[in-house]
């Protein structure tokens, strides 16, 4: 298969390019120096960019389908049938497997990570991922609450925890190590929370800070890919922004074993909560932002809010459960052994709320005070902020002054009294887009052959119907967001996939996981204890418990070595 | 020579367990070790070629006749493909992959796809809806609780190694010693071989679960009652049991079809949820439904995440439409509006009420199903299929929604497919057909 796309604006600021009118050549599913003989698309007077990388989405798994099965109501609010080419649709916050797929790649999103992956319930994960299609796939592992995890930590065998991990990874296909309230979810199962970083997690010789630490270490350890994704502890809670900056001290004395951060910051905005009340709660974007430009080990994800009804889902039961008894709206709980314990409620971000006013201004203000593009990665922790296809509205607000101002007046003043963002200026030019829908995200993970168009790289391309020369995206927000919102098309692997914003061809994308090797000894050792977890603690038998590669589409395990032993 | 199996799932009932041990001589399952009488049945039954549909079959003359497998599946399309209203039946004793392909026949047929939730635990379904879903995996049961309450479930005869693996016989992490660090409370009608092992009992009267429920949550949330008993019930025992839910460090509720079909249905679970919320403001509770066909859970999670909606949905808008008591396949049966049915590894003309059998017997039905039954009988088409986790692999949920890979241990007899490749074969077929 070649291709080439002609004469577009290209955006690939990974590769120093911004704006210049070139063509992309593409054979085999890679992007090449020049072909002959190909099929050319006129992509002139229109922009183009690498294909968008989705980091941190709930998008597949028990707790997405739990929040499916709570919420009848949600699908009915956006149905299509059948057609020629896709399967029938439903779904607004919590979308069907299908819709998901289809909806990513017509916005130009060529790889998705999915947020959290829960071991024992791996397979689930990855089959509803098998039912993603359009898409290369990812899984995020929570680790954050592991009891095996935790006692290697609280013991200091960290050889062994490391060991543990990478098994871990390649047990449930995962990609990455994810904490979500490092010890406040293993503290639910018996109704409770830690609230500081030094709590400690009941019966388990471990604070939330060891707990931390202790993950990046292994992560780093293991140089992994990708690093540390937290989920710090306090989500959502007013004044929490301490508990934030406190965690982000804890970077400092961990060396990164690649070229990227050793922490993930996710959805930064629910973090970022000052004032002592729900009456005087206020943005403290200010001093996270500070906190990630005076550091080279940070990015974080902004976790937009976008007005509107929708689904809250985390692997932080003790936060749904509070987010529920705040609201009265019902509430899902699914406590995993051993391992995390996720929960579900629906949740409406309100203009004329206070809080929600003052939440969204923060996603915005934190992705406009961090200094450098490469550090910030535009999500709404789909769709605990908002569901995935409000993104075009935040690209829009990120390029236009404007259209923050227009949406801040019709807000509760609140979100004015209380926030900074009617003073900032600061407007994202289509580089800056690029980098914070796509590069930004590449990188972080770990992807060498995602979020740029250099040669080598997968021929995952999205073309906007927009003239980057011809428009001011600060006063024509409205065709930014439009263009965003339905690609001319989407090339995915080398195909075109959605053209004028209809899915024209399905394909099933690749599966990512890590597999990191350990020494054989120390994994020996290691298994006698997990099998001795599994006999003792678990309710399947250990031989049971790994995913078997058939759950997974063109599965690609990305090797690393790591020199644990 | 004998060939030993071992981390086996056996798929008879949700408790799923995946200990089993199988030893297979001969390509003969010879011995099973570990699973209880009934799951110890199901795998030696499958060895039994006797008792097994073994050659597809169609109707001719009023007689069912031996026919070729392409015969069968073109039958079996052209049937399906000529309906109006197709209803597509079954699918909670088969792998989530049959269920899944299932799920897309529906769609292209426009037909409306239903599972056995419908006659079971459809109501708790409807509840959750309503109040959400306050639950664990049982793992969180055999390692932390020390309540354990059955309502309306007898698992001792339904689920016989429930109490073993997970809720009151193991020893658990913070629960060393077993069952001496558990309480088990029975609530049953009757005084079932499951209460006969609980060290409290409660009687309630038939038909008034919603009010017992109704009057525990008011003493919980520290109301005193005003009558000296509640559905037969005294006041004392629901004083006594209200505490014991309060002060146990983790609870758990386990319910059974006593709750979900006597009178109320899908409110007394609303109910049994909205206590479990209570009780959290005090301490740790969850609920869990004890689920019975094997992999019945898993037809709710795959239908949930291609088609949004857990059972009963109807695809002639073209998209998944929902609307239990409307599009439940007993309302759609006994409305008349069916004209042909497709049954996957199930048997309503057993289990279904009167008016909807008397209906079905006037369209046409395809079953694929490994023995044959009453349903397979009346059939037009009759396509046999392999055993999903015995002879073929697959997926299935466990009742707490964890999912089991289930393993192979013996070929299936000659010529017998998977359900899985059977509907893959209608599915192509019917394409083909509509266009
Ligand atoms: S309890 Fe159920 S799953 Fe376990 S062996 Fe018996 S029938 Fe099989
Ligand atoms: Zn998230």
């Known amino acids: ?547 078997q590669e058939v759950y997974l589409t063109s599965p690609e395990a990305v090797k690393v070595d790591s020199g644990v032993r | 020579m004998r060939v030993t199996h071992r981390d086996v799932v056996c798929s008879f009932c949700g408790t799923l367990c995946d200990d089993i041990e199988v030893d297979v001589e001969d390509g003969r399952i010879a011995e099973v070790r570990h699973a209880c009488r009934i799951g110890t049945t199901k795998f030696l039954s499958a060895s039994r070629h006797e008792h097994r549909l073994l050659k597809p079959m169609v109707r001719e003359n009023g007689r069912l006749k031996e026919v070729s497998l392409e015969e069968a599946v073109e039958r079996a399309a052209e049937i399906l493909a000529g309906a109006q209203r197709p209803l597509l039946y079954g699918w909670s004793s088969t792998s989530c992959e049959a269920q899944s392909v299932g799920i897309e026949l529906a769609e292209v047929l426009g037909g409306v796809i239903d599972n056995t939730s419908t006659v079971c635990h459809g109501p708790s379904t409807i509840a959750v809806h309503e109040a959400g879903f306050i639950s664990c995996t049982l793992g969180e049961v055999k390692n932390r609780a020390d309540l354990v309450i059955y309502w309306g479930a007898n698992p001792m005869h339904a689920h016989p190694r429930h109490l073993s693996r997970y809720s009151i016989y193991p020893r658990g992490y913070f629960r060393e010693r077993g069952h001496q660090d558990r309480t088990l409370v029975v609530v049953d009608v009757r005084r079932t071989d499951t209460a006969r092992l609980a060290q409290k009992f409660v009687r309630v009267q038939p038909g008034r679960d919603y009010e017992l429920i109704s009057a525990l949550r008011a003493v919980v949330n520290g109301r005193k009652l005003p009558m000296d008993e509640v559905a037969g019930v005294s006041r004392e025992d629901i004083e006594e049991l209200a505490e014991m839910m309060k002060s146990c460090s983790f609870g758990v509720l386990f319910f059974g079809m006593g709750l979900t079909q006597s009178p109320g249905r899908h409110r007394n679970i609303d109910n049994a949820i909205c206590l479990v919320r209570d009780l959290n403001t005090y301490t740790k509770f969850v609920i869990m439904p004890m689920r019975g066909h094997y992999n019945v859970v898993g037809f709710s999670e795959v239908l949930s995440w291609q088609a949004g909606f857990p059972f009963a949905v109807d695809f002639s808008k073209g998209y998944a439409w929902y609307n239990p008591g409307e599009t439940t396949a007993n309302d759609v049966l006994q409305r008349g509006e069916c004209d042909a049915m497709l049954v996957v590894a199930s048997d309503p003309v057993s289990n279904f009420p009167k008016p909807s059998v008397e209906n079905m017997l006037k369209m046409p039905i395809v079953a694929i199903d490994v023995h044959p039954t009453p349903t397979t009988m009346v059939a037009d088409v009759v396509i046999p299929a392999a055993i999903a986790g015995i002879e073929v692999e697959g997926t299935a949920y466990r009742m707490d929604v964890v999912p089991l890979r289930l393993r192979k241990v013996v070929e299936p007899p000659e010529g017998v497919l998977s359900d899985v490749e059977v509907l893959q074969r209608i599915l192509e077929r019917v394409k083909e057909i509509k266009g």
């Not at chain 1, 990513?104 to 999915?114: D, L, Q, R």
């Not at chain 1, 994810?178 to 503290?187: L, T």
């Not at chain 1, 050793?262 to 996270?288: K, P």
Request: aromatic share 8%; net charge negative.
């Open chain 1, 1 to 547: 298969m070649k291709l080439v796309l002609k004469n577009g604006y290209v955006y690939d600021p990974a590769n120093g390019v911004n704006g210049e009118k070139m063509d992309i050549f593409i054979e085999n599913g890679k992007i090449v120096e020049e072909v002959s003989g190909a099929k050319e698309i006129d992509c002139s007077g229109m922009l183009v960019m690498p294909g968008g990388v989705e980091i941190h989405s709930h998008i597949a798994g028990g707790k997405v389908n739990t929040a499916r099965l709570m919420r009848p109501e949600d699908h009915l609010r956006n149905v299509a049938p059948r057609t020629s080419v896709t399967r029938s649709v439903c779904g607004y916050s919590t979308p069907s497997t299908f819709l998901t797929g289809y909806a990513y790649s017509k916005m130009g999103y060529t790889t998705a990570f999915t947020a959290a992956l829960p071991p024992l319930m791996a397979r689930h994960t990855h089959e509803e991922l098998h039912d993603i299609p359009m898409l290369d796939k990812g899984a995020l592992t929570v680790m954050g609450n592991n009891w095996l995890i935790m006692h290697y930590l609280s013991e200091g065998r960290i050889e062994h925890a490391c060991a543990y991990a990478a098994w871990l990874l390649r047990a449930t296909k995962g990609y990455a190590i994810k904490a979500v309230n490092p010890g406040g979810s293993e503290a639910w199962g018996w109704g409770r929370d830690v609230r500081s970083l030094d709590d400690r997690v009941p019966h388990f010789d471990i604070t939330p800070r060891e707990i931390i630490r202790g993950l990046m270490e292994i992560n780093e350890r293991l140089s992994l890919p990708h690093s540390v994704h937290l989920h710090p502890n306090n989500l959502g809670r007013v004044g929490n922004f301490t508990t934030t900056l406190e965690t982000l001290e804890l970077t400092r004395d961990v060396k990164p074993s690649r070229e990227r951060q050793v922490l993930q910051l996710t959805h930064a905005q629910f973090h970022s909560y000052g004032g002592d009340s729900w009456r005087n709660f206020s943005s403290e974007a200010e001093s996270i932002a500070k906190a990630v430009n005076s550091s080279d080990r940070l990015v974080l994800d902004m976790g937009q809010v976008v007005f509107g009804d929708t689904t809250t889902m985390t692997a932080d039961g003790p936060m749904e459960y509070y987010l529920s008894s705040l609201t009265g709206l019902k509430w899902a709980n699914k406590d995993i052994e051993l391992e995390t314990a996720p929960g579900v409620t629906p949740f409406v971000y309100s203009e004329k709320s206070p809080v929600s006013g003052v939440q969204w201004a923060i996603g915005l203000e934190l992705a406009l005070l961090v200094e450098s593009p490469e550090k910030v990665m535009l999500t709404t922790d789909h769709p605990n902020g908002a569901p995935f296809f409000t993104y075009p509205k935040i690209v829009a607000w990120l390029m236009s002054a404007k259209s923050r101002e227009e949406v801040l007046e019709r807000l509760h003043r609140a979100a004015q009294k209380n926030t900074v963002l009617g003073s900032i200026d600061r407007e994202y030019g289509w580089s800056e887009i690029c980098w914070v829908t796509r590069t930004a995200q590449a990188r972080s993970l770990g992807l060498e052959s995602k979020g740029h168009l250099g040669v080598g790289a997968d021929a995952d391309v999205a073309v906007y119907r927009i003239d980057p020369e011809s428009t001011d995206p600060a006063r024509d927000y409205e065709a930014v967001e439009r263009a965003f919102s339905a690609t001319a098309l989407t090339v995915k692997g080398g195909e075109v996939v959605v053209r004028d914003g209809e899915v024209v061809k399905v394909v099933s994308g690749r599966t990512l996981y890590v597999d990191a090797g350990v020494g054989e000894e120390l994994e020996r050792e290691v298994l006698k204890d997990v099998d001795y977890y599994f006999k003792r603690f678990y309710t399947v038998n250990l031989a049971n418990y790994p995913v």
